[in-house]
C-alpha cells in the first residue's frame, strides 16, 4: 500500500493554510530561496516535525501558495524548481 491508500496525503491536501504550508512560508519569511532549497530543507527537518512524504507533495504545496499569493515569485526560471520565492508579508 502506499501512502495515497492509506489518505495521509488526502488528509493533507487541503484549500487552506496547514502546519506544512506555515512551515514552508516561514522557511522564506526573511530571505527568498529557490523552491528546490525549501523542499530540501523540508525533508530533511531534523525536527521531524514535517510528514514523511514525497518531495512531490511539498511541491504541489508550493505552487498552492504561490496561486493564493501566500509566496511570491521573485526571479522566475525556466525550471520550477529554480525559480525562487519570499513569503508575501516579507515584502
Given at each position: 500500500?502506499?501512502?495515497?491508500?492509506?489518505?495521509?496525503?488526502?488528509?493533507?491536501?487541503?484549500?487552506?493554510?496547514?502546519?506544512?504550508?506555515?512551515?514552508?512560508?516561514?522557511?522564506?519569511?526573511?530571505?527568498?530561496?529557490?523552491?528546490?532549497?525549501?523542499?530540501?530543507?523540508?525533508?530533511?527537518?531534523?525536527s521531524e516535525s514535517m510528514p514523511q512524504v514525497t518531495d512531490l507533495f511539498y511541491l504541489e504545496r508550493l505552487e498552492f501558495l504561490i496561486e493564493t499569493g501566500a509566496l511570491?515569485?521573485?526571479?522566475?526560471?525556466?525550471?520550477?524548481?529554480?525559480?525562487?520565492?519570499?513569503?508575501?508579508?516579507?515584502?
Amino acid at each position: 500500500m502506499t501512502l495515497e491508500d492509506y489518505g495521509i496525503l488526502d488528509d493533507l491536501r487541503v484549500p487552506s493554510l496547514t502546519p506544512v504550508d506555515l512551515y514552508l512560508i516561514e522557511q522564506v519569511r526573511s530571505v527568498p530561496k529557490k523552491i528546490r532549497q525549501v523542499i530540501v530543507a523540508t525533508l530533511q527537518d531534523p525536527s521531524e516535525s514535517m510528514p514523511q512524504v514525497t518531495d512531490l507533495f511539498y511541491l504541489e504545496r508550493l505552487e498552492f501558495l504561490i496561486e493564493t499569493g501566500a509566496l511570491e515569485v521573485v526571479k522566475d526560471a525556466p525550471e520550477f524548481l529554480n525559480v525562487q520565492i519570499v513569503s508575501a508579508k516579507a515584502k
